[in-house]
């Protein structure tokens, strides 16, 4: 019977023999998995390797896991225990498995674990190298058994390798179980699957026959294959042709009615374009009969304003001069008379009130020479305002003259034989001889005929004016 994995403990002289030991077999062929270290009773310091858990024990009673390093502890601490933290590899023959045919077989399997941080105090007190030993190659021979229990003898071989689809249930059964020891299970892995020479045999004649069968149902399936494959390329190549002549035929009938529209379009855009160019001539020649119209209108509206603007003015300038020449005249009138007069009443008095009436005349005298001074004065103040407002108004004039010349300037434009007109559908009309300006020159015309109404009030204050002097 093949032997598995031995787990061992061994004792050490001290703890600096333990890298020596751990990880390595034995003597006796196992596995140390804990270390039993010996110590002097009169030392007070001791130094813990690493890759273990130093179980520290005061007076026989467990105090905890020391950390690695140098420690200085009274003589009753000592470490007992030196568990490994290093991952094991625990090899379990099973042997004489049977399988779901009822063939026995010989399965070896392999489990990785190690000791937890936490489960080393847990591992000491419950468990020890040989129990897990034989605890742990117990769990595995079951499991295992029960594995091959599922598979006939041609499947057996499915079991080998780190499969989870066939080891997943053992290593959470395995993990469940020994998680209670302090024990963490890493992977499970079947490494041999080994059958008997006499059914190893039946096996190969079994497996060739099989691959035999499979290849010749295999090469059957391929020429089924072959043969609808072919007959299916025909059946699209026919396919494929019948699709080429019927799109062929399908883009010659769209071509005819595409050459069927293009011609139809084009008769229809060019009596179009005839109806519009029509309609352009039509609307081109009545605009210009509406534009010789206005212009007609407008020249005789303005040379009959120009002519009553200029009596207006004539006769107001007259009447403000001669306003003012009378005005002065009856003045200066007036004052004769009253010296004429106050000179008889003199002559008429004694020679005190001569001499009283030349003192008095002389004070009339000077201010009747005041006032016809005043008088004077008012006079020219008239005739400056007069003559402001007549510049006024020949400012006035001036801009009417230049509202005249721009007048003049747009009928050049509009008699400019360069201009197109454009129709409703925004063609160029072929009579290039007519412009079209009718509505800019509507709207100056009723500009300049604000402006003429405007001077017209002018003149109307000023002959207000000459009314109140």
């Known amino acids: 019977m093949r032997q598995g994995t031995k787990l061992v403990s061994v004792q050490i002289p001290s703890m600096d023999k333990a890298h020596e030991l751990i990880g390595r077999i034995d003597q006796s062929g196992g596995i140390p998995l804990i270390l039993l270290p010996a110590r002097s009773s009169f030392a007070f310091y001791m130094s813990v390797p690493e890759g273990f858990y130093a179980l520290n024990y005061e007076s026989g009673k467990l105090k905890g896991v020391i950390k690695p390093g140098f420690h200085i502890l009274s003589p009753l601490n000592k470490v007992q225990y030196l568990v490994s933290k290093q991952w094991t590899v625990f090899d379990s023959p099973v042997d004489t498995c049977t399988t779901k045919d009822h063939v026995s077989v010989d399965i070896d399997c392999i489990v990785v674990f190690r000791i937890r941080a936490d489960g080393a105090e847990t591992f000491v007190t419950k468990s020890s190298p040989s129990s897990l030993q034989m605890l742990m ?126 011609a139809r379009i084009q008769q229809e855009t060019k009596s179009e374009l005839a109806q519009t160019e029509a309609r352009t001539t039509s609307q081109v020649m009545n605009i210009k009969e509406q534009q010789d119209k206005v212009t007609s209108e407008f020249q005789y509206n303005r040379e009959r304003k120009v002519a009553e603007i200029q009596s207006d003015m004539k006769a107001a300038l007259e009447e403000l001069y001669i306003g003012s020449s009378k005005f002065v005249k009856e003045t200066a009138q007036e004052t004769d008379v009253a010296v004429r007069k106050m000179r008889a009443e003199v002559d008429q008095t004694t020679t005190q009130q001569k001499a009283e009436m030349a003192s008095a005349t002389r004070e009339r005298l000077a201010a009747a020479k005041f006032k016809e001074e005043e008088l004077k004065a008012k006079a020219l103040t008239l005739e400056a305002e007069v003559e402001k407002k007549i510049s006024n108004m020949m400012t006035s004039k001036r801009e009417y003259d230049l509202m005249i010349k721009q007048l003049q300037v747009m009928k050049s434009v509009v008699n400019n034989q360069q201009f197109l007109v454009m129709g409703e559908s925004g063609t160029a009309s072929k009579d290039h001889n007519i412009p079209y300006h009718g509505p800019s020159i509507v709207y100056e015309t009723n500009i300049l005929q604000e402006k003429v109404d405007h001077l017209q009030g002018i003149l109307q204050t000023l002959a207000h004016a000459k009314h109140t002097l």
């Open 137 to 262: 190659s117990d769990k595995i021979k079951e499991s295992v058994r029960i594995l091959a229990r599922k598979k006939e003898l041609v499947d057996i071989y499915s079991l080998s390798g780190n499969n989870e689809h066939v080891t997943g249930e053992m290593l959470l059964d395995l993990q469940n179980t020994f998680h209670e020891y302090g024990i963490e299970v890493k992977s499970v892995t079947i490494t041999q699957v080994a059958i008997p020479v006499e059914h190893s045999k039946r096996l190969e004649d079994i497996s060739w026959f099989t691959t035999r069968e499979e290849d010749q149902k295999v090469s059957t399936e391929f020429q089924i294959l072959e043969s609808e494959l072919k007959k299916e390329i025909a059946e699209k190549r026919e396919s494929l042709r019948n699709e080429r002549l019927y799109q062929e035929n399908r883009l010659n009938v769209a071509r005819t009615n595409k050459e069927k529209d293009v």
